[in-house]
């Protein structure tokens, strides 16, 4: 195993182009004494890089703080009130130090207080002085890909780990320790406690591992579903029509799936020639340090999560989810809430579930004139590209009756709309005349009904049926005279 920690320099502003590291091994010792511990160690034990560095402090943290902000030109705040932790931050954001101070009288006492053995584990902040720090057995269980609690309270003390084990059991694809699997599934049901926000961060770190399927199977079975999204759970069981080869919950996971590889490689799907520019909407930033690729990752586990509110039985017996879509961007707005995610990503989520069908609809419609892409392009808004991704990760993970078939013709219609979707986020038809314009040529006065007319007016344009003001005003009076029947 390759023992090594990455550090990034600091640029300009840091005179000596020391990482934060050497800055703090150097200034620590004035202020008492400090071990670089937890997720840096550990990270350094498995041979990956991070810019992120934890250490407990035996000594003025706020001084400590300070004075590293100074000599390394980063930011030095104030965390918490209440533990005493204070962070630093690089100015170009290419890393950050969290210090705390020691819980506990000794270094030891600390690292047995904390959740995993593998997040147990310190060391000196100079390299040359001495090895690693372990007494609860971290490095053996590094070695082992083991997941082992440091006490049997980690848990109870703090049930948010429950999420943390899950994550990091995913992140590393660790297997957990049989006794440690009982003390979290023992104590899952205290996440019902957990400040939401708290639960957010965990669930979304989670959500954007690659491994994210199996670490929402192991959040299910070791019961902290059903504390944290007790909507996902109650999926579990909801049998489907014979279109679907899944019930409810395991269709959603395959589309989870699907959603993954769909943006991990696109070309797959869309070709080389749209692969580029789909992975570059994917990228972007969108909400709560997710971009609209790992977004899509919650779209996915939302997009069906109304199905147990709307599953009723035909007169021949199949199951109907009617209106799901709807029923469930509500109740998506609602989850998202109550978890205290921003409102962007809570309006985003939902228009994923609201519209995810619409794509479905229009298969059997083709060759779709150009006014039915304009109107699911405009009905999908603020997620057209989005959301046709979805539908394929969606359509995909259903192979049930008639499967190949639908699969084919689903597929075939989402790389004919993706070009229209792409084209429409940068250059979005607008109406071709101004509204005071409009008014003042029809007589029309603001309102509703001009609104709509506006509307109809792009939609025209976008389909080719009018070109200069004569054609548009023609149209526009032949649109009154329809509406005044």
């Known amino acids: 195993m390759e023992y090594r920690l990455t550090e990034r320099t600091v640029g ?15 200034l620590a010792p004035r202020h008492g004494r400090a071990w670089l511990v937890g997720g840096a160690v550990r990270d350094e034990l498995l041979g990956r890089s991070t810019p992120d560095l934890d250490l407990a402090v035996q000594g003025d943290v706020r001084a400590l703080a300070r004075e590293l902000g100074r000599a390394a030109g980063g930011h030095a705040f104030q965390l918490s009130d209440t533990f005493g932790a204070w962070r630093v931050r690089a ?36 390299v040359d002085s001495g090895g690693f720090i ?6 053996a269980d590094l070695r082992a890909r083991r ?4 006490a049997r309270e980690a848990f109870s003390e703090d049930p948010l780990r429950v999420l943390r084990l899950v994550r990091f059991a995913v992140e590393l694809d660790f297997e957990v320790e049989r006794e440690t699997f009982a003390l979290a599934s023992a104590s899952a049901p205290a996440l019902a406690g957990v400040a939401s926000e708290r639960v957010f961060t965990e669930l979304r770190l989670m959500l954007v591992c690659d491994r994210a399927v199996a670490g929402v199977e192991l959040c ?3 019961g902290a579903t059903a504390v944290v999204l007790p909507e996902l759970d109650a999926l579990r069981g909801l049998v489907q029509s014979d279109y679907h080869h899944l019930d409810v919950y ?16 696109p070309t797959a799907i869309f070709g080389p020639e749209l692969a580029p520019a789909l992975t570059a909407v994917l990228d972007e930033p969108l909400a709560n340090e997710l971009t609209r690729g790992q977004t899509l990752r919650i779209g996915a586990l939302m997009h069906d999560i109304a199905k147990p509110l709307t599953h009723a039985v035909n007169a021949e017996g199949r199951p109907t989810f009617f209106r799901h879509d709807e029923r ?35 298969v059997h419609e083709r060759p779709l004139p150009p006014r039915a892409v304009y109107q699911y392009l405009a009905s999908c808004e603020p997620v057209p590209v989005d959301v046709t991704v979805l539908s394929v990760a969606d359509r995909l993970a259903t192979r049930g009756r008639n499967a190949e078939r639908a699969i084919s013709l689903h597929l075939e219609l989402a790389r004919e709309l993706l070009p229209a979707a792409l084209a429409w986020r940068t250059n979005r038809p607008r109406p071709p005349i101004a509204g005071d314009r409009l008014a003042q040529a029809t007589g029309m006065t603001p309102g509703p009904q001009l609104g709509r007319l506006l509307s109809e007016l792009a939609e025209a344009a976008y389909a080719g049926e009018v070109a ?5 005003l023609a149209h526009a009076r032949r649109w009154l005279a329809t509406e005044a029947r």
């Open 12 to 26: 300009e502003h840091d005179a000596s182009e020391r990482g934060p590291l050497a800055a703090l091994a150097e």
């Open 91 to 126: 100015h170009d954001q290419t890393w950050q130090v969290d210090l705390m101070p020691l819980v506990g009288e000794t270094l030891e006492q600390d690292l047995r207080r904390r959740d995993l053995t593998i997040n147990a584990i310190a060391r000196e902040l100079d």
């Open 134 to 139: 372990d007494p609860c057995g971290g490095v």
């Open 147 to 150: 997941l082992r609690s440091v």
């Open 220 to 222: 299910q079975r070791i």
């Open 250 to 265: 395991e269709h959603t996971l395959a589309t989870l799936q699907a959603t993954i590889e769909l943006a991990r490689d």
């Open 328 to 362: 469930g961007a509500e109740l998506t707005t609602q989850i998202l809430n109550r978890l205290r995610a921003s409102e962007r990503l809570v309006s985003h989520v939902a228009a994923l579930t609201r519209n995810h069908l619409r794509l479905g609809f229009l």
């Open 468 to 472: 200069g003001e004569e054609q548009i």
